[in-house]
């Protein structure tokens, strides 16, 4: 029996990787020097896992700035615009694309992984492709290891995924039909970490959490077979996680590999279907995944031991692994950090080491039933797990009863679209292609360094919030002098913006240093919903009120979504997730309410996770998309018809899920769109979408300026597909990542490119 870890956060305890990036990304440190964090962490990270006695522990895992890119690298798929480049430049102007002297690249698009917070860059395709191996990342990593002692399996993407994620830039093909091209690179590298020792390989297939087709299948099948006919002696792990691995089931069970994993926490129920599936042969090897990887609560030893006990009757010990659901990545490092949290609902938690101690001491009790230590980590485990179920502070029954009380009047506003738009235009009198920005603007040094003083007590409250309102102000005279119409306040109040509401909410903690990253350098705390949620007063009415006191151009209001809250959370797992979202739409609902009795018109309820919370397999669509979209509603439908709804959504495909966005029926909906080049766009022209939309025509993820000729450009193909009089003009995203200068000149451009289109417009009538 051995114990697996699938992968460690690479972002170091204090998020020293973000730090030492940032830091050459700004030329004030050196390339070697940014190479000797990596090191330290990685040293840091198999030191850690080994010494708590992780039997498998994974080598690349880490990365400067994504998997899927180092993937890219690995497999010479580097598209043609960045061939000019080399070494790290090249893969930062993968990442985030370049503009200097004579370069000016744009970056590579980038969308969710699966159905995490988690973002990846999304390789490209073209018909020609070829493909060539450079292991140099994956040798070196585990070499590093080695001579630490510890020969760790290699973790890498595997070829189904990799292509099947990835982005056909032409029309006319598929990019399956690659296969034959990337299998022979496959096949060197298996080889080449055969010749370095390593004993296993993980590769990650999590596309079989998804509905594949024949094509799907049969490229499975076929990559599988090519492995194991390489006559190596490395062996194979194949991990599927995030869900079951279900119409994929039966094929996976003959594929020639190892060892396969399964999600336990995501999918209890494949476990029987495995057990009792006709293909399951008696020399495979099983790692059940029955630590979470995607959720910080301790791990019931108890019903642990039930799944491995249902293993052990049909297979012997040696072919049981025992690990986490998934890798690591998505979980905060280390609970010990955390010095300030509640200690009833401490003994709760566990964070990636911790996780790493409870995979080891499961396996330790499976195998050695006497083992004090690991007798006294269960007396603890199962303290805690009691201490949770009977305690009371996660009980609200007055929160409980307003849920059950919702009438379907609650769910829908007064009128439908069609009446509720001309009573907004003749309120809001806004002009064609009204400009707008999605909400944050730069969250500076100084405005973090404020809020760290605070927080740290060394600024109180009155300095703290005339600082804040100094910001509001600021910005706002510049959204005025650039010529925006409708005007945000900013959001420099706001750490982020789901762990702002969290903190102003009941049934919610948050962590001190629960880093999870989210793309790249840009991490997040995740707060945790460990109770029922409810609002104990206003949250943003003050900030509102007093943006909008500032100017004579309307001011959104500005709130995350029930949908986005949840998703973006650490959510409780002893109840449903819709109830806690059901839960969390009535606190933003009183929310809205308030805004609107303090003479806010124009609301945006931010809903950025809304796709992303979508199932991975198509059978439990319509559940969610049911309570997904009533939240939404709910939140949003106590206002008048005046009152003008606006929702955000970024990284996001509509395609297949525009009806519920429609049926979401807010007012405006405006979307990431320029780095598709308003591909984006096509779900809502096919659907005839009624309701009105901003496109975005700015990358907000880079640091490059868009022209006012691009922006125009992109604006034309949206005028193309779209009704002049349904037009929003904004940026994909909000722009807490960017700095003032280079946003200033990108919204005057945007501006501009608004104006010349209203010209147009009007010069055509
Ligand atoms: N939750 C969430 N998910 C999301 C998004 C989002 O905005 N929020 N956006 C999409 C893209 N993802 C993003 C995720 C994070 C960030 C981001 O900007 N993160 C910041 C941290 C934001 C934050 O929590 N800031 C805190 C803490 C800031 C901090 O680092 N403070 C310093 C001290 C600062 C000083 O003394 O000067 C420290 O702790 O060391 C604050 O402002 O208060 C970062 O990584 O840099 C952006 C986009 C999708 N998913
Ligand atoms: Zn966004």
């Known amino acids: 029996m051995k114990s697996i870890i699938l992968g460690y956060p690479r972002i170091g305890e204090k998020r020293e990787l973000k730090k030492a990036i940032e830091t050459y990304w700004k030329g004030k440190t050196s390339e070697e020097e940014l190479s000797n964090i990596s090191k330290n962490i990685r040293e840091k990270n198999w030191l850690e896992q080994n010494k708590l006695g992780a039997d498998l522990i994974s080598s690349n895992d880490f990365s400067l700035y994504d998997q899927m890119l180092d993937m890219c690298i690995t497999l010479g798929c580097i598209p043609q615009r960045f061939s000019n480049l080399t070494g790290l430049e090249q893969y930062f102007a993968m990442s985030r694309g370049i503009q200097k002297e004579n370069v000016d690249v744009i970056a590579m698009e980038m969308t969710k992984w699966f159905d995490t917070n988690y973002h990846f860059l999304v390789p490209e395709f073209s018909k020609d492709q070829s493909f060539s191996l450079n292991a140099e990342k994956i040798i070196n990593e585990h070499?590093?290891?080695?001579?630490?002692?510890?020969?760790?399996?290699?973790?890498?993407?595997?070829?189904?995924?990799?292509?099947?994620?990835?982005?056909?830039?032409?029309?006319?093909?598929?990019?399956?039909?690659?296969?034959?091209?990337?299998?022979?690179?496959?096949?060197?590298?298996?080889?080449?970490?055969?010749?370095l020792g390593a004993e296993y390989i993980q590769i990650d297939e999590p596309i079989l959490a998804t509905d594949l087709d024949m094509k799907g299948q049969e490229a499975v099948k076929r990559s599988y077979e090519y492995f194991g006919n390489l006559n190596t002696k490395v062996k194979l792990i194949l991990a599927n996680y995030f869900d079951c691995y279900g119409e994929n089931l039966d094929l996976t069970l003959k594929l020639p590999v190892d060892v396969i994993h399964l999600d336990l926490v995501r999918c209890r129920k494949q476990l029987e279907d495995i057990l009792t599936h006709p293909s399951l042969n008696r020399d495979k090897i099983l790692s059940l995944g029955v630590v979470d990887g995607r959720n910080i609560w301790k791990n019931n030893f108890k019903t642990s031991f039930q799944v491995?006990?249902?293993?052990?009757?049909?297979?012997?010990?040696?072919?049981?692994?025992?690990?986490?659901?998934?890798?690591?990545?998505?979980?905060?490092?280390?609970?010990?950090?955390?010095?300030?949290?509640?200690?009833?609902?401490?003994?709760?938690?566990?964070?990636?080491?911790?996780?790493?101690?409870?995979?080891?001491?499961?396996?330790?009790?499976?195998?050695?039933?006497?083992?004090?230590?690991?007798?006294?980590?269960l007396r603890t485990n199962t303290v805690a797990i009691e201490s949770r179920k009977t305690s009371n502070l996660i009980h609200n029954e007055i929160v409980k009863e307003r849920v059950n009380a919702i009438t379907e009047e609650e769910a829908r506003r007064k009128n439908v679209f069609s009446i509720r738009k001309e009573k907004q235009h003749k309120a809001l009198n806004l002009p064609l292609f009204p400009t707008t920005t999605?909400?944050?603007?730069?969250?500076?040094?100084?405005?973090?360094?404020?809020?760290?003083?605070?927080?740290?007590?060394?600024?109180?409250?009155?300095?703290?919030?005339?600082?804040?309102?100094?910001?509001?102000?600021?910005?706002?005279?510049?959204?005025?002098?650039?010529?925006?119409?409708?005007?945000?306040?900013?959001?420099?109040?706001?750490?982020?913006?789901?762990?702002?509401?969290?903190?102003?909410?009941?049934?919610?903690?948050?962590?001190?240093?629960?880093?999870?990253?989210?793309?790249?350098?840009?991490?997040?705390?995740?707060?945790?919903?460990?109770?029922?949620?409810?609002?104990?007063?206003?949250?943003?009415?003050?900030?509102?009120?007093?943006?909008?006191?500032?100017?004579?151009?309307?001011?959104?209001?500005?709130?995350?979504?029930?949908?986005?809250?949840?998703?973006?959370?650490?959510?409780?797992?002893?109840?449903?997730?819709?109830?806690?979202?059901?839960?969390?739409?009535?606190?933003?609902?009183?929310?809205?309410?308030?805004?609107?009795?303090?003479?806010?018109?124009?609301?945006?309820?931010?809903?950025?996770?809304?796709?992303e919370g979508l199932p991975l397999r198509k059978e439990n669509w319509n559940t969610y998309l049911n309570w997904a979209v009533k939240a939404f509603r709910i939140s949003s439908s106590s206002v008048q018809d005046e009152t003008q709804i606006h929702t955000h959504m970024c990284y996001s495909e509509f395609n297949d899920i525009i009806h519920s966005i429609s049926n979401l029926d807010a007012d405006v909906i405006t979307i990431e769109t320029s780095r598709s080049q308003m591909e984006l766009l096509d779900a809502f022209v096919e659907f005839k979408y009624p309701n009105e939309i901003g496109p975005g025509v700015y990358d907000i993820h880079s640091p490059r300026v868009p022209s006012t000729e691009e922006m125009k450009q992109l604006l034309e193909k949206a005028q193309a597909v779209i009704p002049t009089d349904q037009l929003w003009v904004n940026p994909d995203c909000g722009l807490k990542t960017r700095n003032w200068p280079e946003t200033k000149v990108a919204l005057e451009n945007l501006v501009k490119s608004a104006k010349h289109m209203r010209i147009k417009a009007l010069q055509e009538v």
């Open 308 to 377: 491995i006990e249902q293993v052990k009757e049909k297979l012997p010990p040696e072919n049981i692994w025992i690990g986490t659901s998934c890798s690591l990545l998505h979980s905060p490092l280390n609970l010990d950090f955390e010095t300030e949290l509640n200690p009833e609902i401490k003994q709760w938690l566990a964070f990636a080491k911790q996780k790493v101690d409870e995979v080891v001491t499961l396996k330790t009790l499976v195998i050695d039933k006497n083992n004090t230590a690991a007798i006294e980590k």
């Open 438 to 611: 999605i909400g944050s603007f730069p969250q500076t040094k100084e405005v973090r360094s404020w809020r760290a003083k605070f927080k740290n007590g060394s600024l109180d409250k009155n300095e703290y919030n005339k600082l804040l309102k100094e910001e509001t102000e600021k910005a706002i005279r510049i959204q005025e002098d650039i010529g925006i119409d409708v005007l945000v306040h900013g959001e420099f109040e706001r750490n982020d913006m789901v762990e702002y509401f969290g903190e102003q909410l009941d049934g919610f903690v948050f962590t001190q240093n629960g880093w999870v990253q989210s793309y790249g350098t840009r991490c997040v705390k995740p707060p945790i919903i460990y109770g029922d949620v409810s609002r104990p007063k206003p949250i943003t009415v003050e900030w509102s009120a007093y943006a909008q006191s500032l100017s004579n151009n309307w001011m959104k209001g500005m709130l995350t979504g029930p949908v986005t809250i949840l998703q973006w959370s650490f959510v409780r797992n002893d109840q449903p997730r819709s109830e806690t979202c059901t839960q969390i739409a009535l606190a933003i609902r009183d929310e809205v309410s308030d805004l609107e009795k303090a003479g806010i018109k124009i609301i945006q309820i931010d809903e950025p996770a809304f796709r």
């Open 143 to 195: 070499k590093e290891a080695f001579a630490l002692g510890i020969n760790t399996k290699p973790v890498i993407i595997g070829p189904v995924t990799f292509l099947l994620l990835g982005k056909e830039k032409e029309s006319g093909f598929n990019s399956l039909e690659l296969l034959d091209k990337i299998l022979p690179i496959y096949g060197q590298l298996i080889k080449t970490i055969d010749a």
